[in-house]
């Protein structure tokens, strides 16, 4: 198997490097790989960081955004299987591996994994069982207009992605759009979550950065204008003490974690708001 790695970016100098390390030194899976970079108007080092690697390949956008970059990513490509992450993101070092694994089934056309904060803070750490949790949720039963994704950690066959068409090239959703569209055309089955299959968010190394991230989130759901939703109260409640059970909290551990999932909820729906509420009936992206 031939894996392809597209890296969008756009002034990551802080987190690039990590990145591009963690790419480079994947343990080996028993196939080919080729690793994309591609920058976005970056104005700050990372050009330079990226050309420090000489098994990357550094490209340029073909138009603003991520998602344009992602698609120029895959146009820079021949892997039968693209994976993608961001700049900002750290894979672990067997996650090549994983994405071999999950799409040696030829009934599998894309896979996802958990999207994990930082290390090194408790409460992230309460907020990452949760998205452990909810991630189980989503992808373990038939319910099709949950199924959500993220450029920062899937990867999907080359004849499916071109399939679909590429991603909307919009400022945000488009990987939600992505699997939507799969998931349609197909069935929940094509699509696999794999836990191990993992990448830490090196962006959020903080509750306040998780919960600019809800903010951001929330803005994005309500500008999809897809077929997907996110999750009810309802749902959520159900999550959270699926979380609770399988990490065995003491009750002051599951209210500290029920309090911190709280305000990501305030601030997802802050951000939902304001799109919804944005001058002229636009919805903000």
Request: hydrophobic share 40%.
């Amino acid at each position: 198997m031939r894996i392809s790695v597209v890296v969008p970016f756009r002034n990551e100098e802080r987190h690039l490097g990590h990145c591009l390390t963690a790419l480079t030194t994947q343990q080996p899976f028993g196939g080919e790989v080729e690793i994309v970079a591609v920058s976005s108007e970056s104005s700050d080092s990372s050009r330079e960081i990226a050309a420090c690697f000489p098994t990357v390949r550094l490209v340029a956008a073909q138009g603003p955004g991520p998602y344009a970059a992602r698609n120029t990513g895959v146009a820079a490509t021949s892997g039968e299987v693209v994976a993608f992450t961001d700049g900002d993101c750290e894979p672990a070092p067997d996650w090549l591996r994983c994405i071999a694994i999950a799409l040696a089934d030829a009934e599998i056309a894309l896979v996802v994994g958990p999207r994990l904060a930082a290390r090194g803070s408790f409460v992230l750490s309460l907020v990452n069982a949760y998205e452990r949790a909810k991630d189980e949720y989503v992808f373990g039963g038939e319910r099709r207009d949950l199924y959500y994704g993220s450029g920062t950690n899937l990867a999907v066959r080359r004849e499916t992605l071109e399939e679909v068409g590429g991603f909307v090239e919009r400022r945000r959703g488009s990987d939600t759009l992505l699997i939507q569209t799969i998931v349609e055309r197909r069935s929940p089955a094509v699509v696999r979550y794999d836990p191990q299959l993992r990448v830490r968010h090196l962006e959020i190394a903080g509750l306040r950065d998780y919960y600019g991230k809800c903010l951001r989130y929330g803005r994005s759901m309500a500008a999809l204008r897809g077929p997907g939703r996110s999750l009810r109260s309802s749902e959520r409640f159900t999550v959270w003490r699926r979380a609770v059970n399988s990490e065995g909290y003491s009750p002051p551990l599951a209210a500290l974690q029920l309090v911190t999932l709280g305000g990501g909820a305030i601030c997802w729906a802050l951000g939902s708001a304001s799109a919804r509420l944005a001058p002229n009936g636009r919805q903000r992206t």
